[in-house]
């Protein structure tokens, strides 16, 4: 019963140094959340432009896309990028429209501007 008590009296420390450090991340998601309208027209947005002329520059094109880390779509990673078997069909500012030639099939995928990492053209 010893060991009992003093283990509820350590969870019970826990719990109200956790509640005590409520306020101090209330105010770090405030920081945050100023910090990010700060952003809004700086380079993230920059580069979010700059790939949607890219992509309307590379219609009609082969292409290697790489995706940022979490947002890796499996049919470009397995048939297309090895051969550069992607053509852009269609892009505007949000979205792009990739043909991807597998194994003898066409498949048409459409992809967020903000999930693309890189567009490299390939040579035909």
Do not use: H
């Amino acid at each position: 019963m010893d060991t009992f008590s003093i283990l509820g009296f350590v969870f019970g420390l826990m719990g109200i140094a956790a509640f005590c450090e409520q306020p101090g991340l209330k105010k770090r998601i405030k920081r945050l959340e100023d910090e990010l309208s700060l952003m809004k027209g700086s380079s993230y947005c920059r580069e979010k432009e700059s790939f949607a002329k890219l992509a309307a520059e590379y219609t009609g094109r082969r292409v290697k896309i790489s995706f940022k880390e979490d947002c890796a779509d499996y049919d470009v990673i397995a048939y297309g990028n090895a051969k550069g078997r992607n053509v852009i069909l269609d892009a505007d500012e949000s979205w792009i429209l990739v043909e991807i030639t597998a194994s003898g099939k066409k498949m048409q995928k459409l992809f967020r501007i903000d999930s693309i990492d890189a567009l490299t053209l390939v040579n035909e």
